[in-house]
């Protein structure tokens, strides 16, 4: 069952698409979009782990010890900062789409005029 | 489309991509074989090389500090783009807003744990090198502490403090200092980014050279448009608020 932590990444991501996709309210959509991301990283911390390894800090262990990757951690720490900045644009969006038409309903608002 | 035509179409493309992902996931090294070279390498190189005793601080402002970079430009992208959204007029009397806490105690309360967790954040951005932290865990406490302010005093006093007008200059100063260390490491002849500082003793705060410098800024950034975002959904809230009562 070594495999096991990836398969979970992409159940995590399937959820997350299942949400957006059933989707009835912008803010949903949204936080589902978070969810996603959420399983990229599950994703690249899964990879970059090594059985017994520590965390990658020599302030207190000697540099032979085993350590886990720093690479991919360094990717999902940028990557969880940049994504709240991004989840506030898409619900600035909401906040604007609910202020022209009144609904916050992906259904409602996805007839375009004209 | 209707409803039950669109969770079909749904079930049947998310099985076939279910399948095809766990196909591959099947293919990847077995969890904790950690098998690539890359990362063994950067563990091995990171105290001789740059003196600096957290890898992962080590890879993101030194080794990849050109991805970050591109992070860093992303969020403030971000951090414009919602001011861009949200901003409108927003002639407000700030005279005539309530505020949702009127205890003294909370007040003092929350004024103290504000600069508590401002020197928190200032900690957690200058150990960055030598212990888990850094410019964009940091810049986050930074930006927390700030909203403390409004939480738990008063609007006008975050406003003083905190306004999209002091925001914005912060987080584009932060933006702008990250490239120019870039284009510092050019002029003196190196690659873009490259670290030109001198590297001082690992586990000291003085070490890492000029990538210690490209993590006050990459706080500085974070910090300026998390302040940015929040200053603008607020202000649009207590506009919106305040012009309907007086409608």
């Known amino acids: 069952m070594s495999v096991l932590p990836y398969v979970l990444a992409v159940w995590i991501f399937v959820v997350g698409l299942f949400g957006i996709v059933t989707s009835k309210n912008l803010i949903h959509v949204t936080v589902c979009v978070s969810v996603c991301q959420s399983a990229t990283y599950a994703l690249l911390l899964a990879v970059g782990y090594r059985d017994k390894g520590t965390a990658p800090v020599y302030a207190d262990i000697p540099t032979s010890r085993r350590v886990v990757d720093p690479v991919v951690q360094s990717l999902a720490l940028t990557d969880i900062v940049v994504a709240v900045a991004v989840s506030a644009l898409l619900l600035s969006f909401a906040v604007k789409a609910f202020d022209h038409k009144g609904s916050l309903d992906p259904a409602e608002l996805a007839e375009q005029r004209g | ?247």
Request: charged share 15%.
């Open chain 2, 1 to 247: 489309m209707r409803l039950e035509a669109r969770y079909a179409v749904f079930a049947a493309g998310t099985a076939g991509l279910a399948f095809l992902l766990v196909w591959a996931v099947g293919d990847l090294p077995p969890f904790g074989h950690y098998a690539g070279p890359y990362g063994d390498i950067v563990a091995k190189l990171v105290e001789p090389q740059r003196h600096m005793a957290n890898a992962v601080t080590a890879v993101v402002f030194d080794y990849r500090g050109f991805d970050t970079m591109g992070e860093e430009l992303i969020l403030f992208a971000a951090a414009g783009s919602v001011a861009l959204l949200l901003r409108e007029t927003r002639d407000h009397d700030t005279n005539g807003i309530v505020d949702a806490v009127q205890s003294d105690a909370l007040n003092g309360f929350g004024a103290v744990g504000a600069i508590a967790t401002f020197v928190l954040a200032l900690y957690v951005i200058a150990h960055g090198l030598i212990t888990p932290g850094g410019g964009f865990q940091g810049g986050v406490v930074a930006a927390a502490a700030v909203v403390l302010v409004f939480l738990t005093c008063e609007y006008r006093a975050y406003t003083r403090i905190a306004s999209s007008k002091v925001a914005e200059p912060l987080e584009s100063i932060g933006a702008a200092a990250y490239v120019l260390l870039g284009v510092t490491a050019l002029a003196l002849g190196d690659a873009f980014l490259e670290n030109f500082l001198p590297l001082g003793v690992t586990g000291r705060l003085r070490s890492g050279g000029s990538a210690a410098l490209v993590n006050w800024a990459s706080a500085l950034a974070v910090a300026g448009g998390f302040l940015l975002i929040f200053a603008e959904y607020l202000e649009e809230n207590m506009a919106a608020r305040y012009r309907r009562d007086e409608a």
